[in-house]
């Protein structure tokens, strides 16, 4: 089976400028949550849905927005992006109801200049 | 607080011999699991390990194995027989509560770099 899968893999924006992430999860997870990952930390969380309904907001502001699709892919977008946006973004899919645990994508890693 | 530390920034093991990689936790749920992650320098977070509140027996996946002191409140992760493909950075992550909307967030530590020499 595919494993998660992220696009783009690299991206370099402006400062204020607009980004949107794609992921597809598992097949058969219904689960999506985004990471953030600044360089020399550990994973940030930002946001989880589950049958195309957010369940789980991180403590990010409301630049940050997500959906998740019939298909269970999802986007995250960010707006007016800030140097500090800088960072790898990673996707998680769980199968969901009784099964924690949680497979990562490759990520995409996103340069703000 | 932090809900999870990893005390150790760097380890050094010799190819073949078993590593001890520290976490400890805190949370007042009854529920919860930890996770063990590694991080090689791609990027990509690879699923090692995960072991739940209530299981009894502390979990094992091939090489890994997780040594859980529900007491102390700690997870560590043993490998053993490293080898050099095992150099990489090594995060422990918490998940709390049960079928609740944030069953999925995970809370990181700070992570262990590995480093595996001949």
């Known amino acids: 089976d595919a494993g998660v899968t992220q696009s783009p893999t690299h991206l370099i924006k402006t400062r204020g400028q607009q980004v949107t992430l794609r992921c597809s999860p598992i097949?058969?997870?219904?689960?999506v949550s985004w990471y953030q990952q600044v360089l020399g930390q550990g994973p940030q969380f930002i946001f989880q849905?589950?049958?195309?309904?957010?369940?789980g907001r991180g403590n990010f502001p409301d630049r940050f927005s997500a959906r998740q699709f019939p298909n269970y892919s999802s986007e995250l977008n960010v707006n007016a992006l800030l140097l500090g946006d800088s960072a790898l973004y990673l996707c998680?899919?769980?199968?969901?109801?009784?099964?924690?645990?949680?497979?990562f994508g490759p990520g995409t890693r996103l340069t703000v200049t | 607080a932090q809900k999870i530390t990893q005390t150790q920034p760097g380890m050094f093991v010799q190819e073949k011999e078993a590593v001890t990689l520290d976490c400890t936790y805190d949370t007042s749920d009854p529920s919860y699991g930890l996770f063990w992650y590694k991080q090689p320098s791609s990027g990509e977070m690879i699923f090692l390990i995960y072991?739940?509140?209530?299981?009894?027996q502390n979990a094992t996946e091939g090489r890994y194995s997780l040594n859980f002191q529900k007491a102390r409140k700690s997870a560590n992760l043993v490998i053993s027989a490293s080898q050099l493909g095992d150099s990489a950075m090594y995060f422990c992550a918490m998940r709390e509560g049960v079928n609740t909307g944030t069953a999925s967030k995970l809370t990181f530590g700070t992570g262990t770099r590995l480093q595996v020499t001949l």
């Open positions: 849905y589950y049958e195309k309904e957010e369940r």
């Open positions: 097949s058969g997870h219904k689960s």
């Open positions: 998680a899919s769980r199968r969901g109801g009784g099964e924690y645990e949680q497979y």
């Open positions: 072991q739940g509140s209530y299981d009894q």
